[in-house]
């Protein structure tokens, strides 16, 4: 029985043709015998370039896994046909994984290998040589084959996998008929543990929450007022007319039942442009008037009550609980600036205007009308003190608070 010992590599590695009988005789003899007539500096060199690819597919794996779709489409649209590819390539997860790990487990499975064969020629053929030789492979491909490569494909994500795209997509197209083969058992695989392959079929949505999320997340990429506005975009459909809305003991209006010197004063030091009108009492809203027409009527002759009500226009009444996103949509469709509010049972609570909903978007206009409610002082012991008809909701903004806003929308001082 031949010994391994007993045939040195010198005596019959030029004898390819005619191997020794025993147990090193075989397929696994014959490789070493091939790769032993390699010069060793060579091997290295082969073996440098196995963990580079393998480092290549490993951080290709992550750069496409990780990267921004969303970015990628910005760029597709902008030209980029790296972009592009890449879009197409992650259409087809499962087909992009099969390329990827089929490259990546034979380049990995030829320098373990190789680096056996390299081991053994310089240390001899003993066991601990052998066991040597995996934790060398196993190290060297942790640290340049996996670890450093994917960190760097999850840092640079979005730049790298418009970059990889094009040889992954030259290396689906030459061994697409292996990925399909390897593809089928995969699919077979998944049917018998039910589990459904959705690919990308369904679009990579987001709900308006995680869109939220991305932009509070922006940081630099979004200047601070315009994450504001878009931040308050998301939250319309949750606000009401009645959140935003002048209370009833704050609104500006005319009684038309007052002498007229009492009118004529109040419209002389008004601060709006339209006051909503009444006769007597505040839920008598007999229409909308518009200064302007009064001071065109009083240049030609004397004004009067039956002039004012001539000159009034139809109030415009809005639930309580209308949301500001639909209300936007009724001004705008109405052609509208003003409407009272008003609650179930026709009472009116308070009145809100268009600049009023762009306010709770964009911020406070400067005008000329008072706004001393809007102040806030803080005392010494860390407290705050604010007008009564202050929004809770202005205060959670202002002060960083989540106050409930379930209960009264008005702070209490």
Known sequence: MWAAASWPTSCWAGRLDKPPDGPNTGLSSFRQLRLNSIPLSAQITILVVLLALSGFFSMAETAMMAS???????????????????LDLLARTDKLLGIILLCNNLVNAAAATLVSVITIQLLGNEEWVLGLSTLVVTFMILVFSEITPKVVGAN???????????????????????????????????????????????????????????????????????????????????????????????????????????????????????????????NSVIGILHVRRVLAQTLDHSLSAGDLREMLTKPYFIPASTPIYSQLQFFQENRERLGLVVDEYGEILGLVTLEDIIEELIGKFTTSTPDGASKLEWRADGSVVTDGSQHIRALNRKLGLNLPIDGPRRSTG
């Not at 921004?68 to 890449?86: C, I, K, M, W």
């Not at 987001?206 to 200047?223: D, H, Y």
């Not at 002498?259 to 004063?265: A, D, N, Q, R, Y």
């Open 68 to 86: 921004n779709r969303y970015r990628l489409r910005s760029a597709a649209n902008l030209g980029s046909r790296g972009a592009r590819l890449a």
């Open 156 to 282: 640079h994500a979005n730049r790298l996998a418009c970059v990889v795209s094009y040889p992954l997509t030259g290396l689906l197209k030459g061994l697409y008929f292996v990925v399909w083969f390897v593809n089928l058992f995969v699919a077979g695989l998944l049917r018998l543990l039910r589990i459904r392959n959705n690919g990308d079929g369904e679009a990579h949505t987001l709900s308006a929450e995680e869109l939220r999320t991305m932009v509070i997340e922006s940081g630099a990429f979004i200047p601070p007022k315009h994450r504001s506005i878009l931040l308050n975009l998301f939250e319309l459909e949750d606000i009401t007319v009645e959140d935003v809305m002048t209370p009833r003991n704050q609104i500006e209006a005319l009684d038309i039942s007052d002498p007229l010197g009492v009118i004529e004063g109040h419209l002389a030091t008004c601060y709006h442009t339209r006051l909503p009108v009444f006769d007597g009492e505040m």
